[in-house]
């Protein structure tokens, strides 16, 4: 499915410590046109969702802290109140410091609607058809303690630091140790999900390989993305 993405431009940073403020932006929003719908607030290692309605009668966004992105799902353009709430959700997310707004399309009409809004077509992404060549990998900080691996410096994964009940199997570096003492001594893994501006669709074992291949770069970039936090 193509997607059409929307450039916001920011002028603030990401404000990530107020997400709770889209529920009540949008339930404001909503009834002031008329919709007593209460958005629901679900939070995910990395990023949120707001359901808006308990049927998601306006669909749902996602909200993802790592990429500064809000996704719009779940419209069907039919209202005016559907487009009225895309140009208060391009607004709102320009003004909490999101650098792009996308949805997928179904349909001409509504590839012509977010044209006229400024926002250009995102192709989908294809299979990647190799196997996973470790020299290819890198990993950068994106967001406070979150991660993305590129691959042929493109972005392919995000990830997010989570405690576990025990660390996986392989080689506990140096890093990795210290980067644990430093978040209280509880054993640390990685969350992760495809990047929203990946060019490519990843099977399991690709996905598996970009994680393995990674990993002890990925305690090295997060120990210096705390250290840095800590005296910032």
Known sequence: MPWMELNLNPADKWNEGCLEDWSAALTAF???????INPRLHMLPGYYTVALGENEEFGELVISSAERLVVLLGLSYESSVEKELVHFV???????????????IMNAKERKFWRQMGAGLYPDPTRLKEDIHREHIRVEPLFQFSLQVTYRDKPALCLEPIFCTARAEGVVSLAQRR????????PIGFASRISAHSPWELDRAQWNDLLAFSRLDCFEVLERCINISEFS
């Open 30 to 36: 909503l009834l002031e046109k008329g919709e007593n």
């Open 179 to 186: 980067t644990e003492r430093l978040l209280g001594g509880r």
């Open 90 to 104: 391009a607004r709102f997310a320009r003004q909490m410091g999101a650098v792009a707004l996308r949805a997928p």
